[in-house]
């Protein structure tokens, strides 16, 4: 039996809304008490715990990104199971939900299983998003009780949507039957071929194909329709629809009204669409090339906006690593997505804390218990005893540069290398294990 | 000098700690911060209105000065034609401008090289740079290619036409073409297009020189139209910069203009767009009845390649008020100045 004592420091827990000094305490692999300022010490000495200073530090729950991608199987030179929760570790998360565009794509108990072995030697907890389609090609739907079985939290095809209503109808049900979300990367991919950036006035300048808004919001309202007509209906269990990476403010609108209406949707924003524009394509720049693209400085806003009144449920990077040959391509040419897991906090800070205010224990509720939540990963996401042991100790006014060839992901393909960025993460613990240290 | 052709600098060393006291700038994504060298030309947007003037008067001194006064300007130094695209007008009048300037020129094109094997631009850039070439002109379906090119090189990169993107090398010779036939100055300033409309009618989705022209004239004080219909022209070209403006009526903008710039659609750019071609050319097409009735005296353009009888007539190509050939003549001109440009900095 092991014992930590996380002494000194400002323990931030959303579900309790704990915002103050209190020590915490681990045995194992599970939180086992938390206490005023110097009170579990005697307690900790008899049990011979190793004690961590976290004095002028932040004490949170580990952080949970619900959609990333690690490449595994097929593309390991991009990224592995290992060299991505490594970094995943450095960003301050404990569990990562991964997308099942690998090769093969993730549409098998066995797929899914493999993902999970001890020999894929993940530093952190991983929890696969099997593909809501075999082969991820939209006609028919997978086996979901065995995949749950086989430990996946919830379905999607990711990057190709699924396009028909009828599918997508079985889809949600088969979902809810299972008791997990129906995931949606919202994109009408039948009107966004050969495109490459947002549709507007910098695409036709640049000369490059666009993605209009409606081809995400038309997707989003699309799927919002199905819910509410199988949650009207009220036979089978209630659908849940988890909109991934949100871009356009027409899409968080309808997500703010299905809301509204009592609809079980949710949905996420990715750092990158609340931090930037698609200003950032100009000189054909492939690290600001990803899917949503960046969009208007009003699509931006809204981004911000839906994460301070609550209509944007978590922040979930899409972590998406490429080897530099891939991204140094012709822009259209080269494939979409940028790497996130080890700036996602920092970028927050940034712009969610310091720039709008928003108090570090709503940013902890977005970044670690939603997250958790929407795909109901039990025991994380916060501090309550009994809970997992995932615990992240960051110092949220000191500043780091981040570098990416110093990252321990394979990939660098990212707008931010260089920055200088406040939070800097001092330690991640994973079910009591530290996986990395500052 | 514009920020993007200021200087070629090395980007800046990364920070090996992760903590640190310094700030490091934010990198931005401009053609400045990536090394790309001052010789090139990306987009016409690079080049500030000094820098038109000289390339002007640098095409005109050579032009009208005897071969053997710059026939060895650029003696032995290798130039690469880099072609991902046929071309009749340009590779020609790039080559025979590196040629008469004493310069030796390779031509490579997507067929008949490691293009076809798969090869990458970057790799084909750096093979030819090793080979010894100097500069390289590159024609492109992808826009934004030359950017990848010059980064990954440092060499001159000239832009030949990329993609939907520009054809900066067109707009310079479409505005000596200009110059020229309107009688004005070739140094030119914000006022030397004053009172001038030009329209730009056809394929503007797909026009790389509509948006050369568009994004250079309104600088020079001229007013531009741009026409078509709206499949062809969407809302939002508008916003290429100030001094435009839409017209889906051609007789109406035909009405206002001195100069009239008519463009091929592009077919092989169409991409499930459906033209009704026969509707197109009822209202689009330069014909003679169209011109005598409402821009009798607009000088006529056209970047070629010409599809005679769908936007223009062949009557209205061949007649008095057509400058097309002026323009493939002129196109020499230029290409010698930038070839100069890119390869002794404009000392000519």
Redesign the interface.
């Known amino acids: 039996m092991k014992t930590i004592l996380i002494k000194g420091g400002h323990l931030i827990d959303p579900p309790s809304r704990t915002d103050r000094p209190r020590d915490l305490l681990i045995r194992d692999n599970r939180i086992v008490e938390l206490g005023d300022p110097g009170k579990l010490s005697a307690a900790a000495k008899k049990e011979g715990a190793e004690v961590i200073d976290a004095s002028g530090l932040i004490v949170a729950p580990g952080l949970v990104d619900i959609h990333v991608h690690l490449r595994e199987p097929g593309q390991g030179h991009k990224e592995t199971i290992e060299s991505g929760t490594k970094a995943a570790a450095m960003g301050g998360f404990t569990a990562l939900c991964c997308m099942p565009n690998t090769s093969p794509v993730n549409d098998s108990p066995e797929v899914t299983r493999w993902m999970l072995s001890p020999e894929r030697k993940a530093h952190i907890r991983v929890f696969p998003v099997a593909a809501a389609t075999r082969g991820s090609m939209g006609d028919t739907i997978t086996e979901y009780g065995s995949l749950k079985a086989a430990g996946a939290v919830g379905f999607s095809d990711d990057g190709k949507p699924v396009l028909q209503d009828a599918v997508m109808h079985q889809a949600l049900i088969a979902a809810a039957r299972a008791g997990v979300p129906m995931i949606q990367h919202a994109e009408n991919t039948k009107i966004t071929v050969g495109a490459s950036m947002n549709a507007g006035a910098r695409a036709f300048r640049l000369g490059l194909r666009g993605m209009s808004i409606e081809a995400e919001s038309g997707i989003v309202e699309r799927d919002i329709r199905l819910v509410r007509e199988l949650t009207t209906g009220g036979k089978g269990p209630r659908p849940h629809l988890h909109v991934q990476h949100v871009s356009t403010a027409k899409a968080m609108e309808a997500i703010r009204q299905a809301k509204r209406a009592g609809l079980h949707v949710t949905c996420e924003v990715a750092p990158h669409h609340f931090m930037l524009t698609d200003e950032a394509v100009e000189g054909y720049n492939t690290h600001a090339k990803m899917n949503p693209p960046l969009r208007s400085e009003e699509d931006r806003a809204a981004m911000v906006t839906a994460l301070l009144d609550g209509t944007a449920d978590c922040i979930a990077t899409d972590h998406a690593p490429h080897a530099v040959h891939e991204k140094e391509q012709e822009f259209e040419k080269a494939p979409n997505g940028i790497t996130g897991i080890e700036t996602s906090l920092s970028l927050s800070i940034k712009m969610l804390h310091h720039q709008h205010r928003m108090p570090l224990l709503r940013l902890m509720h977005l970044m670690s218990t939603a997250p958790a939540h929407i795909m109901g990963l039990r025991g994380r996401g916060t501090l309550a005893p009994e809970a997992f042991a995932d615990v992240v100790l960051f110092d949220p006014k000191s500043t780091w540069t981040f570098d990416a060839r110093k990252s321990p992901s394979k990939s660098r393909n990212t707008p931010f290398d260089g920055q200088t960025l406040p939070g800097v993460v001092k330690m991640t613990i994973s079910e009591g294990r530290v996986v990395y240290k500052s | 000098m514009s920020a993007a052709t200021k200087s070629a600098p090395k980007p800046?060393p990364?920070?090996?700690?992760?903590?640190?006291a310094?700030?490091?700038?934010?990198?931005k994504?401009?053609?400045a911060?990536?090394g790309i060298h001052p010789g090139s030309l990306l987009s016409i947007t690079q080049l500030s209105l000094d820098e038109v003037s000289s390339i002007l008067a640098l095409a005109d001194k050579l032009a009208n000065e005897p071969l053997s006064k710059h026939a060895e300007l650029l003696d032995n130094r290798k130039i690469a034609l880099l072609f991902y695209e046929s071309s009749t007008r340009t590779r020609t009048s790039f080559e025979l401008a590196a040629k008469s300037l004493g310069a030796m020129t390779t031509l490579v094109s997507d067929k008949s090289s490691s293009i076809e094997k798969g090869e990458?631009?970057?790799d084909t850039g750096l093979t030819l740079r090793a080979l010894g070439a100097e500069c390289i002109i590159l024609r492109?379906n992808?826009?934004?290619?030359p950017?990848?090119l010059a980064q990954?090189t440092g060499l001159p990169v000239l832009n030949a036409g990329?993609?939907?993107?520009?054809h900066p090398s067109q707009a310079l010779l479409d505005l000596r073409t200009i110059l020229s036939r309107l009688g004005k100055k070739q140094a030119v300033d914000e006022k030397t297009l004053d009172g001038v409309t030009i329209c730009i009618t056809g394929d503007i989705?797909h026009s790389?020189v509509a948006?050369s022209n568009a994004?250079l004239l309104p600088r020079l004080g001229a007013k531009v139209i741009l026409c078509g219909p709206s499949q062809l022209l969407?809302p939002?070209?508008v916003?290429?910069s100030t001094g435009i403006t839409l017209e889906r009526d051609f007789d109406a903008a035909l009405k206002q203009s001195q100069v009239v710039m008519m463009l091929r659609i592009q077919k092989e750019r169409l991409?499930?767009l459906q033209i009704d071609l026969a509707d197109y050319q009822r209202q689009f097409q330069l014909n003679d009845e169209r011109y005598a009735a409402y821009a009798p005296n607009a000088l006529v353009m056209h970047p070629g390649p010409m599809i005679r009888g769908l936007e223009i007539t062949a009557d209205i190509a061949d007649g008095p008020q057509s400058a097309i050939e002026e323009q493939v003549s002129n196109g020499l001109a230029i290409r010698m100045a930038l070839l100069a440009r890119a390869l002794t900095g404009g000392a000519a």
């Open positions: 800046a990364k920070s090996a700690s992760k903590k640190t310094t700030p490091a700038p934010a990198p994504p401009t053609a911060a990536n990458s631009l970057k492109h992808a826009s934004g290619s950017y990848l990954q990329d993609g939907m993107h520009e989705l790389r948006r994004l969407p939002e070209a916003q290429l991409a499930g």
